[in-house]
């Protein structure tokens, strides 16, 4: 196209001046004719036209012929290649010139063309990767990115906050997405008021609690273009804050009541006069109080110590079925005095277990101690022994009173008891199944336990073997 418009405003000049000579011609023998001049000179005239005007066409002619082969044609092949690398064609003939018909001019001319035309092809190159780079990233986050204009349109959002924000398809502006989570945030105050240059909101959607922060963004004459927002899934943090929260209240109601009760009798005794028995009864108690907290200082310090992350275990290879019949042999004087059946059975052949076996002798005793404490006198408790592919596992099943079903989800919690009243009075501190979990989550084992209200409850402990440690 480039060459053709070049070509036809050549022609068009050439025409114009070919007609005006013709003209000045015409009109010069016409004066000449009126002027009575000899036909000789009028006939030398119209040959010397002629010459001039067939002079003319031949020079145009080159002239075409010049700047369609030396000039235009070489700048329209360059005008044609940049069209298609902006297009992202590659170039199968790429342009070649013959070096000897061209000037010092035109080759510095198409040498600076050619270098132009490989760095706009490697800046396009440069500048697709780097944003197939940035929108692969943004749609693989799990924090939600949406970008709005100062319109509040949405000019760009990810997966991610679709999904938090639960944005359906009719809700495309600023307003129409944060009015429908209850969220008051002014786009204009965002985007031009200097103490909200930038701004954080925490909402609540359903189960999920999300913190949104507010950024505006600026182009490139540093003036405000629009605002990008940025959506965080806080909701276990959350959690963990209140279960941190409830955790501080419960210690110190646990150690409370305690205390209470030792200041108590301790005030009582220094301001009073009783006999050497009661006396005895008093000490009794206020003994009795700091035996328990005691108890639930070094439990408070043994989650403690398996929720440092930097601690470190010592895991040897022992036999569990010995472990289990010293744990029962423990705990025989409650055996006998609630007058309780206590079986255990292990099976030939189960491999050694590899774990810290302090830490599962505590649970071994934790969990058979809660057997004998929640069944009745005469009851009974069978234990098992074995072996299941590269497990071994203890079974501690027992007929006593019982978990109901909506506490099985809870018991592992921190100073939860089903029965608080009960689970105080016979000395306990409501973290015994908590360091039990905690324990077993360290050394890669497993607790399961199922349990029925009157019927019983059935303890399942999976601990890897040494063969599963070797793999």
Known sequence: MFKSVQIKIILIIMVLAIFMLLGYGIFSIQIMKEASLPEEIISTNITLILIISIGFIIISAIIIWFTSKVITKPIYKLIKSAEKITEGEELKNPIQFDNSKRNTEIDDLINIFEGMTSGLKENLNEVTRQKKQIETILQHMTDGIIAFNLDGEVIHINPAAIKLLKISNEKSTFNEIFKSIDAEINLEKIIYLENWTTSEKRININDKYLKIFFAPFKNEIDRPAGVIVLIQDITEHVKLDNMRKEFIADVSHELKTPLTSILGYAETLANSEYDVEMQEKFLKV???????????????????????????????????????KACQENLQIEIDRKKQKVECFVTANVPTVYADKDGIERVILNILSNSIKYTEEGGTIKIYVGFVYNDAYIKIIDNGIGIPQKDLERI?????????????????????????????????????????VGKGTEVVITIPTMLKADN
């Not at 328990?292 to 022992?318: A, G, H, P, Q």
């Not at 592992?412 to 689970?423: G, I, L, P, S």
């Not at 009075?425 to 077993?440: D, P, R, W």
């Open 286 to 324: 206020i003994t009795s109080e700091a035996v328990r907290m005691t108890k639930l200082v070094n439990d408070l310090l043994t989650l403690s110590k398996y929720d440092d992350t930097s601690t470190r275990w010592e895991k040897i290879e022992f036999n569990l079925g010995e472990l289990v």
């Open 412 to 452: 592992f919690e921190r100073f939860y008891r089903v029965d608080k009243a009960r689970t105080r009075k016979m000395g306990g501190t409501g973290l015994g199944l908590s360091i039990a979990k905690e324990i077993l989550d360290k050394n890669n084992c497993r607790i399961d336990i199922k349990s029925e």
